[in-house]
């Protein structure tokens, strides 16, 4: 194959434990390849030693979740783009990279977020 064909197709996800965050449990995770340019994987957080996050505990698993998303950002080909959907707060999106974004915690049982990678342009 390629090179730039490899850099226009999603060919692999990261692995189960690389969306693991230190004092939360994954309690559902869902991949689906919706086609060979978008894959979303839907993960949910809840308390490791608690019933519910509380919102100072949201807003430290918000910061991690985006530090994920930016992680997964700089492991991927430049072309390839990630973002995170958090589901609890209205379908809101963070997109790598992006500055000043913000949510307002609250109380939580489970964060409900989805990652979603894509092709943003061709190469």
Request: glycine share 4%; hydrophobic share 30%.
């Amino acid at each position: 194959m390629e090179e730039g064909k490899i850099k226009n197709t999603i060919t692999r996800s990261f692995e189960l434990k690389d969306y693991r965050i230190e004092e939360a449990e994954l309690s559902g995770f869902w991949a689906d390849l919706l086609s060979k340019e978008e894959l979303t994987v839907e993960v949910n957080y809840k308390p490791e030693k608690k019933t519910s996050f509380s919102p100072e505990d949201t807003a430290a698993l918000i910061r991690k979740t985006c530090g994920k998303c930016e992680s997964f950002q700089a492991q991927v080909p430049e072309n390839i783009k990630c973002e995170l959907t958090f589901k609890d707060f209205g379908e809101k999106v963070y997109k790598a990279g992006q500055p000043g974004f913000e949510l307002d915690p609250k109380e939580l049982e489970e964060l409900k977020v989805r990652y979603r990678f894509y092709v943003a342009y061709y190469i």
